[in-house]
């Protein structure tokens, strides 16, 4: 049975999406169960008369919640009795609990998983890696996206091993595509870390390096993750959305502006429909914070319950391939 | 009389839409004057049986063309004949050349304008400036986009300097909104560059500094100039492009995968193609190198004629509105 830790509250559809996405999940994957932190009076309110396996499920109580506003080192802090930090205390303490899944505050999670649960021995630090469907009906992974802003060489060649590592355990690509964010494809190209970064990753045993990847190539489908520094990451994955997003938005202008647009969007309404889909980043799962001794799933905050569905399932596929442990592997080969 | 030397080889489709474009300017502009750099044998061919007010129109010799792969320093070293470093050597050495355009090689363009023509007196480093289309119809500008990855405190409120000059002087944007390119909104967020520009920027006299921008606000239309580094800048301009024509690309295929859309795609042709002009870059002009003694303008290496006269107009327009003497003054006043 693989165990796994469900903040109910912090996201946008809390409770209510939290809890249909559990039980979601609950369904599919017969050796799941799920302890869901919470105010407990009201998951007990929402869980009744609703069909499920009791068996698999607890709840843990906890009935304050951390905004999004607060800052993450005082709502750790002062926020014990919190869904988040009852989760993250349960996957540090109880050796049986795989790992959590939240929806809330990513200051809060970062700093309460870094300090609480811990690294893996030998990681600098954790990392987060977002997940972008690519135009060939493919997904791509940026590994970091915005959890490590100041980085050396050590942390990014960490970031490639843990990356590569998670889209082999939870997308089953062998040999993933490993490219270098950089301002050119060329190897000279780019900042000092960037020139040294190109020949260090080329070195790494196992990883499958393709060299330096321009930020235009993202959703190209020719690349399966994507190294960076958290800022330039946090850079990359906000401005493709947000530009995909701002479009979707203008044809949406333009096509009410004339009659004869909206007769021709409404022949095209399925079309439409499937483009909204596909670019509806809760399709495609969480971010993983990769490199703590749990595993750590983080949905967007307007998560619906499919979307925390697919967060429990990343989490639960993570734990079956046993990613943490191959990382620690990693890392320690490395480090020898 | 105000004189651009035009390059008129390097680009995808040189010399004609160059030269095409510097009738087309010509005609818009009643006192430029232009100075067509290359093979002259080859350009009055293409200028011979033309309509344009030959008084305003030269040709400098020079009929050596520098690729996009030969690395910039060797080129310039060694291109000395070739049509971009003609144009530069005009700028450096003739007081009445206002300035250069070209569509050739960036990287021999950045270094041939540095080392050769040089910086205004108190810049630390050119910075390169592009400009994108907002939702609203407006534009917004990127400084610095690619010419330097490596940067301080210093050269980023330099970039804000310049970047808001540029923009108030050719697009007539009094006051324009300057953000800082980070990833949350909030003041402490950021890497240790971000969290001390961030008062830097609010202290600047005359700058109209903003806040925070996330990436994902680019197109907005919320925001006049977003300052940066030039590796986070490139990366979030490549990645906009990038993600808005792959989702054109997409439509298209998903439009012709089904012949209910290929009818409703035709009702709304007229719509499509608006949305195709609007993301073509080369209706928006060329970056700009600011913080040069003279005028510095690239355009993109698929630009057609309209784009090279759309660069040449910006040239004219920065010369005109005492761009370069601006930030002069500018430079020497935040020093005192």
Chains 1, 2 share one sequence.
Do not use: W
């Not at 946090?234 to 004869?260: F, H, P, Q, W």
């Amino acid at each position: 049975m693989i165990r796994i830790a469900l903040d109910c509250f912090g996201g946008d559809h809390s409770p209510e999406a939290n809890i249909d996405g559990a039980l979601l999940a609950l369904e599919k994957l017969p050796d799941l169960a799920l302890i869901l932190t919470g105010d407990e009076k009201l998951i007990s309110e929402k869980l009744a008369g609703r069909e499920y396996d009791k068996a698999r499920v607890e709840i843990a109580d906890a009935p304050e919640v951390i905004g999004c506003d607060e800052t993450p080192t005082m709502a750790i802090k002062q926020k014990k009795d919190s869904s988040l930090m009852r989760a993250v205390e349960l996957a540090r303490n109880d050796d049986t609990v795989d790992g959590i899944v939240t929806v809330g505050s990513t200051g809060a999670l970062i700093a309460a998983a870094t300090l609480r649960i811990g690294r893996i021995r030998g990681v600098k630090r954790p990392a987060f890696c977002p997940i972008l469907p690519t135009m060939k009906g493919g997904i791509v992974g940026v590994c970091d996206s915005g959890a490590n802003v100041d980085i050396s060489l050590e942390m990014l060649t960490q970031f490639a091993r843990m990356g590569s590592l998670y889209i082999e355990t939870v997308y089953g690509i062998e040999r993933p595509r490993v490219a270098l964010l950089n301002i050119g494809v060329e190897e000279t190209k780019g900042d000092e870390l960037r020139k040294s970064a190109y020949p260090a990753l080329s070195a790494m045993e196992g990883l499958n390096f393709v060299g330096n990847m321009e930020a235009r190539e993202l959703l190209s489908g020719d690349y399966d993750l994507v190294v960076t520094d958290g800022f330039a990451g946090n850079v990359l994955i906000k401005s493709t959305e947000g530009a995909c997003l701002e479009m979707l938005k203008k044809l949406k202008r333009d096509i009410y502006s004339r009659t004869i647009n909206k007769i021709g969007a409404f022949l095209m309404r399925r079309m439409f429909a499937e483009e909204k889909a596909f670019m509806d980043y809760r399709n495609y799962g969480g971010s993983v914070l990769l490199g703590c001794k749990k595993t750590v799933v983080k949905g967007h905050g307007s998560s619906n319950d499919a979307a925390v569905a697919k967060c429990i399932e990343q989490a639960y596929l993570m734990r079956k391939g046993n990613l943490t442990e191959r990382i620690g592997e990693a890392v320690e080969r490395a480090e020898e």
